[in-house]
Each structure stands twice: as C-alpha cells, then as structure tokens.
C-alpha cells in the first residue's frame, strides 16, 4: 500500500479510536506532503513522502534542543511524542554493515577510485538508502573509504 494512502488509513483509523495526539500528527504529515505536491504541481511517491517525513523529523529534533535549552520539557515532550509517530512510517533504519555493503556496491557500480569521484557514489548510495540511513554519515564514510 502507497505510504500517501497508509496515513489516510491510519487517520481514518485514529478518529474512530478518538487518538487526537495520533490524529493531529497524521494531519499534519499529510498537509505537509499536500503542500508539497500542490507546491511542484507533482504527485508525490513513497521516496518522495518518505523526504518530507524525515524533514518532519529533523524539524523536531531541532525544536525539542531548543526547548531543552529553554526549560520547557512540557513542549519537548510534545515534540518526542509527534517524533515517535512520524518514525513509525519511516523504513527500518539500516545496519552499519549493510551501509558499508550498500557503499562497497555503489564503489564497485561507478568504478570510483578517488575522492573526485564521491559525488557519483552518494548519488548510487542515496537512492538506494533513501530514509533508512543518515546520508550525513554515509557521506562521511564514503569520503574516508575513497580518501
């Protein structure tokens, strides 16, 4: 099932149960990934929703360093709780072996040899780590492996 069609299950799902934490988090993910589709005139796939979720995801960790640094822990734990919703729709997080194996492959796939050559391995490595991988360490890891 298309994850667009999964948070509209899982809404659908959340009023009926009355879980009005769970159901504002769904709509606001799902006005998110509309205002992007409205935004580019395009229909967003489950790579390019799965984008917007862990934008979602990055503008809460933010938020909740913000309020820790505040004293307001009522609003970071608002904030880990949506956090914990918008993960559940993320993909399985990848080990660190299938990361090297997934790096290894991308190396071997475009015949990169040095570090000039890391542009065409994050490329290979991204589409196929899209949202189960912090693509900041795997650049990280791709720069020591060819460095």
């Known amino acids: 099932m298309p994850l667009k069609q999964q948070l509209t299950e899982d809404m659908k799902a959340a009023m009926r149960a009355g879980d009005k934490q769970r159901l504002g988090v769904i709509r ?28 979602m995801l990055k503008q809460r960790k933010d938020s909740i360093s913000q309020y820790a640094a505040a004293n307001r822990e009522d ?43 890391m542009g065409k391995v994050v490329a290979a490595v991204k589409t196929k780590a899209a949202g189960r991988a912090d693509m900041g360490q795997v650049s990280a890891r791709i720069k020591a492996r060819l460095g």
């Open 75 to 117: 609003l970071a734990d608002v904030e880990r709780a949506e956090m914990t919703v918008i993960e559940g729709y993320l993909p399985a997080k990848l080990s660190e072996a299938e990361i090297d194996a997934l790096i290894e492959a991308a190396i071997t796939e475009t015949g990169a040899t040095s570090a000039r050559d």
């Open 28 to 55: 606001l993910i799902l006005a998110a990934v509309k205002q992007r589709e409205v935004d580019e005139r395009i229909e967003l796939d489950d790579t390019q929703t799965i984008a917007v979720l862990e934008k």
